[in-house]
């Protein structure tokens, strides 16, 4: 059975730095495609960024230049690097393994319990 724990998140303060890490266990990172969603208090969930087989990233147009989606194959891990954090990325986060069809990402494992990242102005 896959699992997934995602750590890392906290309090900070606006510019400042996160990493969020993605254990993985039940599964080979190497195997398929990755995402992590957020999901703000109250709002929808929505995906941030992705990363494929091949390690080829994508991000939601408002974290670009800023997060980073990585692979850690020896760790079998998922990170996010978040750089130059505002108020607005304040959400709970949660990685997900899942597959492309074209250009769209569809996670296939369930959801863990996320991190929860704060950002105060």
């Known amino acids: 059975q896959v699992r997934l724990v995602e750590s890392g998140g906290g309090l900070v303060q606006a510019g400042e730095s996160l990493r969020l890490s993605c254990g993985v266990s039940g599964r080979i990172v190497t195997d398929m495609a990755a995402g992590w969603y957020r999901q703000p208090l109250g709002k929808e969930r929505e995906l941030v960024a992705t990363?494929?087989?091949?390690?080829?990233?994508n991000y939601l147009d408002s974290v670009k230049g800023r997060f980073t989606i990585s692979k850690d194959n020896a760790k079998n891990s998922v990170y996010l690097q978040m750089n130059s954090l505002k108020p607005e990325d304040t959400a709970v986060y949660y990685c997900?393994?899942?597959?492309?069809?074209?250009?769209?990402?569809?996670?296939?494992?369930?959801w863990g319990q996320g991190t929860q990242v704060t950002v105060s102005s």
């Open positions: 990363i494929s087989i091949d390690g080829g990233p």
């Open positions: 997900t393994l899942g597959t492309f069809f074209g250009t769209f990402y569809y996670p296939k494992s369930r």
